[in-house]
């Protein structure tokens, strides 16, 4: 499986001591690209449990598509 994450930050996130979770002592970076708290995993990659290993998707408005082709600028 994949996913097409769009990004608009052009700049790195700096983590402090804040953003450790008190309960667990971790900080959970996600690397899904659906958390609402990003760039911290929110749990919204259950979300992804039933992907199938050789589609590609796309996650908007909280709808999840199959995507049928990607096309690079290297196939141009
Ligand atoms: S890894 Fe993305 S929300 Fe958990």
Redesign the pocket.
């Known amino acids: 499986m994949s996913r097409l994450v769009e990004l608009e930050s052009n700049g790195p996130r700096t983590l402090d001591p804040a953003d450790i979770d008190d309960e667990k002592g971790d900080v ?1 970076v ?6 609402e708290s990003f760039p911290f ?5 259950r979300r992804t449990d039933d992907e199938d290993a050789e589609t590609t998707y796309v996650y908007e408005d909280g709808e999840r598509s199959v995507v049928e082709r990607v096309v690079t600028r290297d196939e141009e």
């Open positions: 959970a996600c690397q899904c690209g659906l958390s995993c929110d749990g919204s990659h």
